[in-house]
């Protein structure tokens, strides 16, 4: 009984020592990351992407998906380096 309370004792402070390294982000790099991310979507992505929009002003499914590739590559490629 007694092996039982400790082992439910020492689990919560197994999950709270590692919270910190979750949030081990510095401060203002969200920030430059988001602006990054803007400006490489509005400069790289957006021009290529205009001609997919049709007459109605929507985008085909892989044009969207496309788009969508080209802002993830802003932010993982462009913005994380």
Known sequence: MACVII???LTP???MA???DVQAVEPGIEAE???C???CIETTCAPQFRSCVNSSGEASQTCKTLREDCE???VDVDCMT
């Open 7 to 9: 082992g439910l004792g």
């Open 13 to 15: 402070l197994g999950a």
């Open 18 to 20: 590692t919270e910190p």
């Open 33 to 35: 990351v988001e602006q």
């Open 37 to 39: 991310r803007k400006d």
């Open 72 to 74: 993830k590559r802003c």
